[in-house]
């Protein structure tokens, strides 16, 4: 078992993959990407994420030089070769070489590149005993300028906020849109509960649509809770009774502590066990 990557149709060891200096993608951020999770072999929720792989690309012109069906296919073969029965993977379309001027007319030969390696983002005992949060400045990019809904190769407005998190002594942090209203962590979705009743921002809270996230709703609803879409503040935040963070990578984390703030108990509450407990149950079977 090794990491494997994929770069347009040939199989390469993680050492030996490389693209051109010259693509937009690195010099400008010019692409999309996509991160999917394997368990047992099997890769989750893979026709979701291709699906928004190509939506992101489609809203920033950006054609992808095979069909949906040939990605899966090529991510599949990819997570195959490299032999990962538990892995992660990265799938990313730039807009390929071009001159150093922005015009995206002016490249050629779109890269589809597939990475598969294996991913741990957080500390395990952060599962079991929960995370501090901080609120960032840095407010998470205006949707009339660059909609997060894009899941673009440009992650400055989030780097900058994990950079003060990092200061802050956090591994992760709290965004707030233009309106000041509570958006996304850095990486991952939110979800607050409140009397066994759940809450998360909805998308025009400015918010990447997350596919666990999406995964955990109905999961909330099939098990009987109430959950809603809706906007929220800090101040919701502050005095929920239980606040957990959803991502691929990330899968559900429970937030004992936010700006200071201890949140309900202090430890992971019960909501956040049963529905995690339940997303295991579902990805590893």
Known sequence: MEPIVYINGRF???????????????????GVFEGIRV???????????????FESAQAIWLEIPMSR?????????TVAKSGFK????????????????????????????????TISIYPQEMYEKGMELVTASTMRNHPAALNPRIKSLNYLNNIMAKIEGSLAGCVEALML?????VAECTGDNIF???NKVLFTPSPDAGILDGVTRRLVMELAKTSGYTMNESTLTRHDVYVADEVFLT???AELIPVTKIDGRVIGEGKPGRVFLDLRSRFQEMTRE
Do not use: M, W
């Open 247 to 249: 991502g691929t990578a």
């Open 86 to 117: 538990d892995a992660y993977v990265r799938a990313v379309v730039s807009r390929g070489a071009g001159s150093l001027g922005l015009d995206p007319r002016k490249t050629k030969d779109p890269q589809v590149i597939i990475i598969v390696d």
């Open 177 to 181: 849109n233009h309106k000041g209203e």
């Open 12 to 30: 390469f060891k993680k050492e030996e993959a490389v693209i051109s200096v010259y693509d937009h993608g690195f010099l400008y951020g010019d």
């Open 192 to 194: 607050i509960v409140k």
């Open 69 to 77: 069906k040939a990605c899966a296919d090529a991510i599949g073969q």
């Open 39 to 53: 368990y047992g072999g099997k890769v989750f929720k893979l026709t979701e994420h291709v699906d928004r792989l």
